[in-house]
């Protein structure tokens, strides 16, 4: 079992930066993929950026690209998220995942364990 829990979420203006966290408890965190994923209001939940557990590498969605980084500290058991440059299409409810295979890391359904989320929302 993995407990996740995200944090940094706020109000912002457009072109502002936040920086989320998920912080996690339970198993053997250093294991797992990492996802981010978002979904607005009326929306589905949609692919943000992924992170291997070995090799760190990473996965973003083309809207995001540039703009967004994932990063993780396994030694700390989180895993970030630092949005740069945010838009007003950026406000949504954030939630990281965490998944035992890189396959699929853009679907949700690759993933077991999900965070409460946290709410991001871009004025403009």
């Known amino acids: 079992q993995v407990q996740l829990v995200e944090s940094g979420g706020g109000l912002v203006h457009t072109g502002d930066s936040l920086r989320l966290s998920c912080a996690a408890s339970?198993?053997?965190?250093?294991?797992?993929?990492m996802g981010w994923f978002r979904q607005s209001l009326g929306k589905e939940r949609e692919f943000v950026a992924a992170?291997?557990?070995?090799?760190?590498?990473?996965l973003y969605a083309d809207s995001v690209k540039g703009r967004f980084t994932a990063s993780r500290d396994n030694a700390k058991n989180t895993v970030y998220l630092q949005m740069n440059n945010l838009k007003p299409e950026d406000t949504a409810v954030y939630y990281c995942?965490?998944?035992?295979?890189?396959?699929?890391?853009?679907?949700?359904?690759?993933?077991?364990?999900w965070g409460q989320g946290t709410q991001v929302t871009v004025s403009s």
């Open positions: 339970g198993r053997t965190f250093s294991r797992y993929t």
């Open positions: 995942a965490a998944g035992q295979t890189w396959t699929r890391a853009t679907t949700s359904n690759a993933y077991d364990y």
């Open positions: 992170i291997a557990w070995t090799t760190q590498t990473t």
